[in-house]
């Protein structure tokens, strides 16, 4: 491999986006400044590619450039893309208006195949003999100009990939196991694109809010509001102003006065920020009370009979038994056969009698997210027969009750 390009002008872009979507696989990597600053910027982008002269790669710099250029390469209409764990990437690039498509994750494949360390690094060492140095992983990569240093870490996130990709290709293969795999791909990317799926303000997700009664929990309300407007102010992340650990106890505490601040904050630690705003956002939410109930997360959850309940601990059980099972008989890993963020909608699937909703087992199965195609081809039958089973365990102890002695 040559040395990397640095591509900071227009033509240069065009002229490597031009070899790029002549290659059948690129390999691409993204950096942010996310650890740095309040809303993240997308600082970085990196491509390797294979040519006749041999290995190429191309770092971009993306604060210099429009990245309007890169949407048809990276979009689905290009070439394959080969990423190490794509979610990060896709959020970064659709920040920018690109849609991520036909990709490939290391990442999936090597968790697919057993790997116990899917990161990079260890990946490269095992399966490539390669030693990848990460210590430039939390830099902020906004700052300029990039050092010849910097250049060669940037270089090395994509350098390696194609390579690996190869390796793990050949092992997926023998394993004959491309096609779960391929699936998982596909349900990543879409879970990656996807709006988040929690949009509760950030208070409520904080570990500890449920803990709270109605007082701390307004107060703990106000005090992240108040956070995130000094981070936006001073824009850095939020967690850099006062980690929640603080301020769950700050809402625990309600301090009134200055003196009472610093002995929650402890002697090792000041928040940034006149002490008398964070005071007055504690009798903010002393006024208030209660957080607002528009906030308050609907507590409907499903309800379920005695029956159904037994059926689906059964269900879950079977489940998870013949997973085990099947993954030894194909000397595959457990993701092979039935992925974990499966587990929960097939059980749920098969707890639902074919007659209630009129649609077939078989087209059930295929509208859970990341089972795909290959399983419902492959698995149907037998799932249909353990959800018989299952029911038939479930209602055996019924029936001895039923009958007349």
Not at 208 to 224: F, K, P, S
């Amino acid at each position: 491999m040559g040395s990397p390009k640095l591509i900071s002008r227009a033509s240069e872009l065009a002229a490597v986006v031009g070899q790029c979507l002549d290659a059948p696989r690129v390999a691409v990597d993204v950096e942010g400044n996310g650890l740095h600053v309040f809303r993240a910027r997308l600082c970085a982008l990196q491509l390797g590619w294979r040519q006749r002269g041999g290995d190429q790669v191309a770092i971009i710099d993306t604060l210099e450039l429009s990245t309007e250029p890169l949407a048809a390469l990276l979009g689905k209409g290009g070439p394959v893309k080969v990423l190490h764990d794509l979610t990060f990437d896709a959020r970064m690039l659709g920040q920018q208006g690109i849609e991520l498509g036909n990709v490939r994750d290391t990442s999936v494949a090597a968790r697919f195949l057993g790997e116990s360390s899917t990161g990079l690094a260890a990946l490269a060492a095992a399966r490539l003999g390669i030693t990848l140095n990460k210590f430039l992983q939390d830099h902020n990569w906004a700052e300029r100009p990039f050092t010849g240093e910097q250049l060669d870490y940037l270089a090395g996130d994509v350098s390696h990939l194609l390579a690996l990709d190869d390796v793990l290709t050949c092992a997926a293969e023998e394993q004959k196991i491309t096609a779960e795999i391929a699936v998982e791909w596909a349900y990543k990317l879409k879970g990656a694109l996807a709006p988040p799926q929690d949009q509760r303000p950030t208070y409520l997700r904080i570990k500890g809010y449920g803990e709270l009664n109605d007082l701390e929990r307004a107060v703990l309300r106000r005090l992240v509001l108040f956070r995130a407007q000094l981070a936006e102010r001073e824009d850095v992340p939020e967690f850099r102003v006062a980690p929640s650990g603080l301020l769950l106890a700050l809402a625990r505490r309600k301090p009134r006065q200055q003196r009472a601040l610093r002995q929650c904050c402890g002697n090792r630690r000041k928040l940034p920020g006149e002490p008398e705003a964070w005071l007055t956002a504690v009798r903010r939410g002393i006024e208030d009370g209660a957080p607002p109930l528009e906030e308050q997360p609907s507590l409907a959850p499903t309800v379920f009979s005695r029956h159904e309940i037994a059926l689906r601990k059964q269900l879950a059980a079977v489940l998870s038994k013949w997973r085990r099972r099947e993954a030894a008989d194909r000397s595959v890993d457990l993701q092979v056969v039935l992925p974990g963020h499966c587990m929960g909608p097939v059980t749920g699937v098969l707890a639902t009698p074919v007659s209630d909703d009129g649609v077939s087992l078989r087209d059930r199965l295929g509208s859970v997210e990341g089972f795909g195609e290959c399983r419902v081809e492959r698995y149907e039958p037998v799932l249909a027969q353990l959800a018989s089973d299952a029911l038939a365990a479930v209602e055996k102890p019924l029936r001895e009750l039923a009958r007349p002695v």
